[in-house]
């Protein structure tokens, strides 16, 4: 199967519900998804704030009717999508090492929400023959 990495680095729903799609539909396609979560993801999912809906302060102006509109079109939650992309196909959460650290998370609060664990030197070894490579 051909791999298609996504490395998470921002944490607001925006780009987190990014993630989940394209994550969702590559697994659908039957690419091997692996999702690396980085600082602000981990952090996010430490704290069960996964599901947030929040956005980057320049669009405030815009974000009560998104919100809105979510909810009107019953869009699923981020950890919804996680869930059914590990139902319709192959897809992995994996918390970078040095990302618990930095965010001063407890380890065992992303643990529990993740595939594994693991550090730079062997994500970069699990990913280098990625057919495709987001960083979002």
């Keep these: 199967q051909p791999k298609f990495v996504i490395f998470a680095h921002h944490a607001t729903y925006d780009t987190l519900h990014q993630v989940a799609t394209l994550g969702l539909t590559a697994a659908a396609m039957g690419k091997d998804v692996i999702v690396i979560l980085l600082f602000w993801t981990i952090k996010k999912l430490a704290e069960g704030k996964i599901d947030q809906i929040d956005f980057p302060p320049e669009y405030a102006a815009s974000a009560e009717e ?23 196909g ?23 929400n993740v595939d594994e664990v693991m550090g730079l030197p062997a994500i970069i070894a699990l990913v280098s023959d990625a057919e495709t490579k987001l960083f979002i």
Excluded at 66 to 88: G, N, Y
């Design 66 to 88: 998104v919100t809105r509109l979510l909810k009107e079109k019953k869009v699923p939650k981020i950890s919804e999508m996680f869930q059914d992309a590990k139902h319709v």
């Design 90 to 112: 192959k897809f992995r959460l994996i918390a970078c090492s040095a990302g618990l650290e930095y965010m001063g998370v407890d380890s065992a609060d992303v643990e529990k």
